[in-house]
């Protein structure tokens, strides 16, 4: 199982990004799909999870009407679409596959600040 993220990087608060994870080595249209991310003061949380079909989602309050979590299947990826940008989204933002236990991607550095 292989994840990898990207998209990450600096932005100014109000900003945008999208992060995307290229997944592999598993059937990525069967498995839950999940964004979480770490920053040093709050541990890791949850931000968006998305069933195998796409068909339903949660988020993180704080993020809610912000971010949006997609997938295209056919190309084994997930999004994390990320719209007006604050500094408390600072973090470094994981992808999680929810197979074998659960496997991680490497993580990708997002730093909202002016």
């Known amino acids: 199982v292989q994840l990898a993220e990207s998209g990450g990087g600096l932005v100014q608060p109000g900003g945008s990004l999208r992060l995307s994870c290229a997944a592999s080595g598993f059937t990525f249209s069967s498995a839950m799909m999940r964004w979480f991310r770490q920053t040093p003061g709050k541990g890791r949380q949850l931000v968006a999870s998305?069933?195998?079909?796409?068909?339903?989602?949660i988020y993180l309050d704080s993020v809610k009407g912000r971010f949006s979590i997609s997938r295209d299947n056919a190309k084994n990826t997930v999004y994390l679409q990320m719209n007006s940008l604050e500094p408390d989204d600072t973090a470094v933002y994981y992808c999680?596959?929810?197979?074998?236990?659960?496997?991680w991607g490497q993580g990708t550095q997002v730093t909202v600040s002016s």
């Open positions: 999680y596959a929810g197979v074998a236990g659960g496997a």
């Open positions: 998305i069933t195998s079909g796409g068909g339903s989602t």
